[in-house]
């Protein structure tokens, strides 16, 4: 598919005229999906990539929202269509550094949608773009992980309003980053809500949400696709009720007073120090899994007793109380398949999975292995 297909500017008069008639005809409601950003994972079974010597691999998280929706409105008897989709530009990724459609264009195309109906705007405030989705004529909007702030001259188009799948309970975790903040957290419960699009960060009334507990050791991709599947599931249910517009009745406002934050997340906060209590780490270490990850430098203690800094990438981690003193204050030491690292409050966080740039994640006993006998401290910071 030439990229060129994949333009902003798009003709309505030709080859899609049908397509908008038949629409019309059947009276189904016309909307439109808005969805971008990826997360990375850590998965070294899914090999993609390596940045800065350190395994990426992405993976989209509102393609369960789009795939629920194109398969929703290619049933004859649904009551809406899929008028278009909203998705970043053509980028350059992978390792060929090749320009490609994002996920979410990539997954519409092999779906068979008509490539000229998905719209790359780099901003959705662009007047060009604000003209071709009014030309056509969206009673609704879905956006799930846009990554792009909504106007209030795109919000004003849909007469049913934009209604956006949130990956936390609203008001809790208002922001960019509602599920790494949350483990963060360590939070033993969270969801998602469908909440209407106000120009106010994520603070319009809420339609429905669900409520999903928190494993102690998921991570915040495999939790992000979670919810993103519930989330969409949560759509479909309440469809009829936002197309017929009395979920804009039974929706309710959120309560400022209890709404909490979700920063973007900065790269300098992938760094960790022992010096916290090793469930705080965890819970950061399973939050930053994948972009930006956790790290932290190791000493490695040559036979001279030379110290030699190690800079590593945390993987998978555990944590635990420190229940006997086998090695000095700072000595990091291996059993049961982890190392084990002391930290605060006489807590020792385990490490199972590691990676050093340049390598692939690697097993604890692999690294402690490959140390040859020399020993593995913490930083005396």
């Not at 944590?319 to 204050?329: A, H, L, N, R, V």
């Not at 690292?341 to 999975?353: D, K």
């Amino acid at each position: 598919m030439p990229l060129k297909a994949l333009s902003l500017r798009r003709s309505f008069c030709c080859g899609n005229a049908a397509y908008f008639a038949s629409a019309t005809a059947s009276k189904q409601k016309n909307i439109v999906f808005l969805g971008s950003p990826q997360v990375t994972l850590s998965l070294p079974e899914k090999f993609a990539s390596c940045v800065n010597g350190f395994l990426i691999v992405t993976c989209q998280v509102s393609l369960p929202v789009l795939d629920v929706l194109l398969d929703a409105s290619s049933v004859p008897s649904s009551i809406f269509r899929l008028a278009a989709i909203v998705t970043q530009p053509p980028s350059r990724r992978d390792r060929g550094r090749k320009v490609m459609p994002s996920p979410v264009a990539q997954r519409a195309l092999d779906k068979g949608f008509p490539h000229d109906l998905i719209f790359t705007p780099e901003r959705a405030g662009e007047e060009s773009f604000i003209s071709d989705l009014r030309a056509l004529n969206p009673e609704l909007c879905i956006t799930a992980a846009y990554g792009n702030i909504l106007p209030s001259k795109f919000l004003d188009i849909p007469p049913y309003g934009t209604v956006n799948v949130h990956p936390s309970l609203l008001p809790l975790y208002r922001g960019a980053a509602p599920v790494q903040r949350a483990l963060q957290n360590g939070v033993e419960e969270t969801g998602v809500s469908l909440a209407y699009t106000v120009r106010a960060l994520d603070a319009g009334p809420v339609i429905s949400h669900e409520k999903v507990e928190v494993d102690d050791y998921i991570k915040a991709p495999e939790l992000l696709l979670e919810l993103f599947d519930k989330g969409a599931k949560l759509l479909i249910h309440e469809m009829p009720s936002i197309l017929d517009g009395s979920a804009k009745y039974k929706a309710h406002a959120q309560d400022d007073s209890k709404a909490t934050l979700a920063p973007k997340i900065k790269p300098e906060e992938s760094w960790i120090s022992f010096e916290q209590d090793a469930k705080q780490i965890h819970n950061k270490v399973r939050a930053f899994a994948g972009w930006p990850g956790t790290r932290a430098t190791l000493l490695i203690i040559d036979g001279q007793g030379n110290p030699n800094a190690l800079e590593i990438k945390i993987i998978t981690t555990r944590f635990c109380k420190i229940s006997e003193t086998k090695g000095g204050e700072d000595d990091i030491l291996f059993d049961g398949g982890s190392l084990l690292i002391p930290c605060a409050g006489s807590t020792c966080l385990e490490v199972l999975e590691l990676q050093i740039a340049g390598k692939r994640v690697m097993k604890a006993a692999d690294f402690w292995n490959g140390l040859r006998g020399q020993k593995l401290q913490k930083p005396n910071i």
